[in-house]
């Protein structure tokens, strides 16, 4: 459908422009979607305004229900939306039931959390007095999502935006518009939302990201995505010093150190580094270990890796499947890969490609000077650095922006000092990216670490716990 939606109602972009959403394993044509601008994204921030009084009004309960029947809304059409999320985002059917499941999860969480709790009661300055604090909706909220995980993305601000009475209005990835946007737009009017409450543009990030990120009429920015993007939203902000929450692009480290159990590492090396084709903000793009176990190491993960199978997601014999556009492969390739082998780097396994299909690749005798290292990758490479103690480790890991590092050991108590030590937001502990699932981190005045300690053997796919001779 390609038209945008705006106080509750389909309308056509004011360009009158459309673009072509296509299958990123086959190109094959999924539909068109509205190339909106800064006078649709002015449209629906007005609408968002005049709508927001009377949606915080209600009763806590009564948008507890809507979120509740927007899931379950969801929930009917699981099966379409995970096989959408696999044909627009070239993820795996794992990937696609991910997310589109912890979607809907997250429209139960903020139900619940919006009947919760409406406030505190502080101890009073002085005797006789009474302190109240209480929660109170930050107005419109402009959201800018990636096209990694669009949907769940979308969810964790949409969600919770809505049930604690902010309106809203979404600009979703312009190659995901559909399962990250107009999907959205049809559960709220499935449900019957008030108009004006979610509004969905989608277009361009120059066209609508961009007026929505700087509009005057937006009470809080929330953006995820690239680094770079995200400094010049932030500066646009401070100007009018309007709040951002971003979440952007890191260069992760997967620390190994010399006493590790290397085939657990190698096997969530595969995780880490390759889930959704390494396409992810937490996706280890630094593999530092330690010289006492490097050569096992990498002979595990090279086994592994050669072991994966790279296709089509709906043919239900694929791994890993397409990089999500040829600009992305290209970035890959001609950005990372190349100019670090021309600097040295040496590829074990991969380095190929035919058409968005990139074989997952090991690169060896990668230094900290190279684009291997210092670039957050963004696609199917495991680059190993070799060092030749734990403080070499620490210190090569910090300095550089990043959001989640894992170290492994088999001494538990040392695996904690080193993360301790390591400048991240989430640390994991023998353990794969995001599989404790921290939750509900606040900001504060504090800088927040998590710490996930895995002492159990993890449960792992097939793919990325199999040797090649288990094929």
């Known amino acids: 459908m390609s038209l945008l939606y705006i106080d509750g109602t389909w309308r056509a972009p004011a360009s009158g422009r459309t673009g072509m959403v296509r299958e990123k394993a086959t190109g094959?044509?999924?539909?068109?979607?509205?190339?909106?601008?800064?006078?649709?994204?002015?449209?629906?921030?007005?609408?968002?305004?005049?709508?927001?009084?009377?949606?915080?009004?209600?009763?806590?309960?009564?948008?507890?229900?809507?979120?509740?029947?927007?899931a379950d809304h969801l929930q009917g059409r699981f099966e379409e939306l995970v096989t959408l999320s696999m044909r627009e985002t070239g993820g795996v059917r794992a990937k696609g039931e991910d997310e589109v499941g912890t979607g809907i999860r997250q429209l139960h969480i903020s139900a619940v959390q919006a009947t919760e709790n409406a406030g505190d009661i502080l101890p009073p300055y002085k005797a006789g007095k009474l302190s109240l604090s209480r929660a109170v909706p930050l107005g419109v909220l402009g959201v800018i999502t990636p096209w990694n995980y669009p949907l769940n993305l979308a969810m964790r601000v949409v969600a919770p935006g809505l049930a604690f009475g902010n309106t809203i209005v979404l600009k979703p990835a312009e190659l995901t518009p559909v399962i990250g946007g107009q999907v959205l737009a049809e559960a709220a009017e499935h449900v019957g939302l008030p108009p004006g409450v979610l509004n969905v543009v989608t277009g361009e990030g120059v066209d609508a990201g961009r007026p929505l990120a700087a509009h005057p009429g937006v009470d809080l920015v929330d953006f995820t995505g690239s680094r770079q993007v995200g400094l010049e939203i932030a500066a646009a902000a401070a100007a009018g010093l309007r709040p951002v929450r971003l979440e952007l692009?890191?260069?992760?480290?997967?620390?190994?150190?010399?006493?590790?159990?290397?085939?657990?590492?190698?096997?969530?090396?595969?995780?880490?580094?390759?889930?959704?084709?390494?396409?992810?903000?937490?996706?280890?793009?630094?593999?530092?270990?330690?010289?006492?176990?490097?050569?096992?190491?990498?002979?595990?993960?090279?086994?592994?890796?050669?072991?994966?199978?790279?296709?089509?997601?709906?043919?239900?014999?694929?791994?890993?499947?397409?990089?999500?556009?040829?600009a992305q492969r290209d970035r890959v390739h001609r950005t990372i890969v190349e100019p670090s082998v021309a600097m040295g780097a040496r590829i074990a396994t991969g380095g190929t490609f035919d058409g968005l299909f990139y074989r997952p690749t090991v690169l060896t005798e990668v230094t900290p000077d190279m684009p291997a290292f210092t670039e957050e990758i963004f696609g199917p490479v495991l680059p190993v650095t070799v060092?030749?103690?734990?403080?070499?480790?620490?210190?090569?890991?910090?300095?550089?922006?990043?959001?989640?590092?894992?170290?492994?050991?088999?001494?538990?108590?040392?695996?904690?000092?080193?993360?301790?030590?390591?400048?991240?937001?989430?640390?994991?502990?023998?353990?794969?990216?995001?599989?404790?699932?921290?939750?509900?981190?606040?900001?504060?005045?504090?800088?927040?670490?998590?710490?996930?300690?895995?002492?159990?053997?993890?449960?792992?796919?097939?793919?990325?716990?199999?040797?090649?001779?288990?094929?």
């Open 28 to 70: 094959a044509p999924l539909g068109r979607y509205a190339m909106g601008d800064a006078g649709d994204v002015d449209a629906a921030v007005r609408a968002a305004r005049a709508a927001q009084p009377g949606w915080a009004a209600l009763a806590a309960p009564e948008r507890a229900a809507y979120l509740r029947r927007m």
């Open 249 to 326: 692009g890191g260069d992760n480290a997967f620390l190994v150190l010399d006493d590790a159990d290397v085939e657990l590492a190698a096997s969530c090396a595969m995780i880490a580094s390759l889930e959704f084709q390494g396409q992810t903000c937490i996706s280890s793009s630094r593999h530092i270990v330690t010289r006492a176990v490097a050569r096992p190491y990498i002979a595990a993960i090279t086994r592994r890796a050669e072991a994966l199978r790279v296709g089509d997601p709906l043919s239900g014999e694929a791994d890993l499947g397409p990089l999500i556009s040829e």
């Open 387 to 471: 060092v030749e103690s734990e403080e070499e480790a620490i210190a090569l890991t910090n300095g550089y922006p990043m959001l989640m590092n894992s170290v492994f050991t088999q001494d538990l108590m040392r695996g904690m000092r080193v993360a301790e030590r390591l400048q991240a937001g989430e640390v994991h502990v023998n353990d794969a990216h995001a599989r404790h699932g921290a939750e509900d981190q606040m900001a504060g005045f504090t800088k927040r670490q998590w710490i996930g300690l895995q002492r159990t053997p993890l449960t792992l796919p097939a793919w990325a716990a199999a040797p090649s001779d288990a094929r």
